[in-house]
């Protein structure tokens, strides 16, 4: 049986993902397959507005690569690059933390 390896099964996926809409993958992905959404543009500031199941309205920043919103879109499916308060959990392989290798 093979070994699961969570970490590069999720490396892969994300990598499928952002070929899939052709484009870099310097940002995190999160899936709102189901909610309702939109981007409105206000001066020289594009906004994504979505809304929880719970009705709630969440606004973020949408992000620019050399002037251009990254909006990428395909035939079902539409990614918005943005900024929102998000909590980050930063995996690392343990064989590279410097402070245990000083120890």
Do not use: H
Request: charged share 30%; net charge neutral; with cysteine.
């Amino acid at each position: 049986m093979a070994k699961k390896e969570p970490v590069l099964d999720f490396e892969q996926s994300r990598k499928r993902v952002v070929d899939y809409f052709g484009c870099d993958s310097d940002f995190f992905i999160k899936p709102l397959l189901d909610l309702e959404w939109t981007v409105k543009e206000s001066e020289d500031f594009y906004f994504l507005s979505y809304w929880t199941a719970e009705g709630k309205k969440i606004d973020a920043v949408v992000v620019k690569k050399g002037g251009q919103p990254m909006i990428y879109k395909t035939k079902d499916y539409t990614m918005v690059v943005a900024i929102d308060c998000v909590k980050i959990g930063f995996i690392f392989r343990n064989g590279k933390n410097l402070a245990a290798e000083q120890a």
